[in-house]
């Protein structure tokens, strides 16, 4: 070739591409990642508010019982157990809170679809928490009011 002719030089590449910004299907995908990490932390935290609940609530009702066992008294044991069915019911539906009477007991037997509070054992509680001394069938109200705390605490989702 001739040696006095243009010098030619060898070929240049361009530079690598810069990582930012990002190309648009990366930013989808952070915003996706983001929406999913906040999704999961909020239900992480609910999750963790309901057993923390259900924990109160059953301690709450195992205090009553406890307190029956030492003083055998079956109004003090329906006043308590009827306070802490209350509570629960009114996180189910707030309007259980007018509840009174036979309504009350209908709602109690609504959310467990049967009748063991409006003609079973459960009745007990709409007269005997204002008695001063009330005799019933306190194991069975146990365990109708646990089982109906535990059917219930299923269904409560706590928003907070």
């Known amino acids: ?70 003083a055998d008294n079956g109004a003090e044991l329906a006043a308590r157990v009827s306070a802490v069915l ?12 007018a509840l009174q009477g036979e309504a009350w007991l209908r709602f109690l037997d609504d959310r467990m679809r049967g009748s063991e509070f409006c003609s079973g054992v459960g009745r007990v509680l709409l007269d005997a928490p204002y008695r001063s001394r009330a005799d019933i069938d306190a194991p069975a109200l146990i365990a109708l009011s646990r089982r109906w705390l535990q059917h219930a605490l299923g269904e409560v989702d706590v928003h907070a």
């Open 1 to 70: 070739m001739n040696a006095d002719g243009p010098q030619l030089r060898d070929i240049h590449l361009p530079p690598d591409p810069s990582w930012w910004p990002p190309a648009p299907g990366w930013w989808v995908l952070a915003l996706l990642v983001v929406v999913l990490v906040l999704w999961a932390g909020r239900w992480f935290l609910r999750s963790v508010r309901r057993r923390r609940w259900h924990r109160r609530v059953l301690a709450e009702f195992d205090q009553a019982v406890a307190a029956h066992a030492a």
């Open 86 to 97: 209350r509570r629960a019911g009114r996180l189910l539906d707030t309007r259980s809170a």
